[in-house]
């Protein structure tokens, strides 16, 4: 405890001692040009200057890694694992081989587990590029989300990176939620095409995510336009600002300078939608009338009190004049064929018939005239037959067949 304590009480006069320094030393003034002296801020108190650290150097810049600079590998394994669902296991089992051959470049080894529906990638001995099993991670989450082997096999590239956007809990109402999907997708997917040219992003929507590839400025874009689409603003106004600034990008004396005089100001409009009148039903006190049994409906009548047979031979007696009503009316129809039509009516039923059959009985006059020609002149050749032989005369019709 003494120790303690004197360890203590040290710590404490020290203290006091650098914070009595601190008041007697009087801040520093910086000279300017019109003469007034300003306080060093806060920020750029304990900030010393960096004389390696200039201004041509660009930081953004991507260092590669090579296997002459870590020669002794890694120190630890590191694994990660993703599951997959059940649509993509065919594709998985062909394109796995791949897989592993591109990992094997940078000595990542890679499983692929069909029994619990996982992909699981882990560092080896050999393994040089500590930041290479987050790209491998990257890898089997893009084909997990349906993205093509070759096309996400890219994101082991340096310059390459990746963004999986989840929409699914964004909207709560499932029509709501399809609608804004398909509009961010576009008429045979043309506005996807369109925010893929001006982010130099590739793009898929599947399912409740949208998978991202592309540089880390693009990715930002393509994050800013889903999530505002799902939030009903519609993909067109950022296509449109994209565009004006791909265009202002190219101009060297705009490039410095802020845009926002040029970028589109959008309102937001409410569309006043018709409303369905509700109509309120009027509700009683009471409760509403039994619908009347058969019983009920005989003694309003007062066929309930008629004996039974009274009422079978009235309900037969209602048929049979039902039924000879009936017959009735159709005997009238009957007649009507027979009946002879007014003069005006005979005319026009007889121009119709000329006009429909005309040149049917043009046909048949011709038919028969031939038949009495073709006659004539075998009459005609038997007649002189007969001459010849000496014969009797014969009739046509002996030879007709």
């Known amino acids: 405890q003494s120790t303690w304590g004197v360890l203590k009480w040290s710590v404490l006069i020290s203290t006091y001692r650098r914070m009595s320094e601190k008041k007697e030393k009087k801040p520093e003034e910086t000279p ?5 002296s300003e306080q060093k801020s806060k920020k750029n108190k304990y900030r010393k200057d960096k004389p390696w650290d200039t201004d041509d150097i660009d930081h953004w810049k991507v260092v590669k890694i090579t296997p ?11 694994s990660f694992a993703t599951l997959f669902p059940q ?11 791949d897989v592993q051959r ?15 529906g996982s992909m699981t990638v882990r560092t080896t001995r050999k393994t040089w590029d500590p930041y290479m099993i987050i790209k491998a991670r990257d890898l089997i989450k893009l084909l997990a989300r349906s993205v093509p082997f070759p096309q996400a096999v890219k994101i082991l590239e340096d310059e390459m990176s990746c963004d999986i956007i989840k929409i699914g809990g964004m909207v709560r109402n499932k029509d ?25 992003c590739y793009v898929l929507v599947q399912g409740q995510t949208v998978s991202v ?93 008629v004996a039974e047979e009274e009422r079978q031979a009235k309900y037969k007696q209602m048929k049979r004049e039902e039924q000879t009503k009936k017959s009735q009316d159709k005997k009238r129809e009957r007649e009507k064929e027979y009946e002879p039509p007014a003069e005006g009516q005979a005319e ?9 059959g005309g040149e049917g009985g043009k046909n048949r006059k011709q038919e028969q005239a031939e038949v009495a020609e073709m006659a004539q002149r075998m ?23």
């Open 176 to 200: 709501r939620f399809v609608k804004r999907r398909q509009r961010l997708v576009g008429p045979n997917g043309s506005t996807l095409k369109a925010v893929e040219l001006l982010t130099e």
């Open 68 to 78: 002459e600079d870590n020669p002794t590998g890694l120190l630890e394994e590191s």
């Open 213 to 305: 590839m592309g540089t880390t400025k693009g990715l930002k874009q393509v994050r800013r336009v889903v999530e505002d689409c799902m939030k009903n603003i519609h993909p067109v106004y950022h296509i449109k600002e994209l565009m004006i600034k791909r265009e202002l990008a190219k101009d060297p004396e705009l490039v410095n300078e802020n845009w926002d005089r040029f970028l589109p100001h959008f309102k937001k409009r409410n569309v006043q939608r018709k409303k369905v009148k509700i109509v309120k039903k009027e509700k009683s006190a009471f409760p509403p009338e039994q619908t009347p049994r058969k019983e009920d409906l005989l003694m309003e009548t007062g066929e309930y009190f």
């Open 348 to 356: 026009k039923k007889k121009v119709k018939r000329e006009s429909a």
């Open 102 to 116: 591109a990992l094997s470049e940078h000595h990542i080894k890679a499983e692929l587990d069909l029994v619990e």
């Open 32 to 36: 300017q040009e019109d003469g007034v």
């Open 87 to 97: 649509y993509r296991e065919k594709y998985l089992k062909e394109v796995w081989p």
């Open 379 to 401: 009459k005609q050749s038997a007649e002189k037959s007969a001459k010849e032989k000496g014969s009797k005369s014969k009739s046509a019709g002996d030879y007709l067949l």
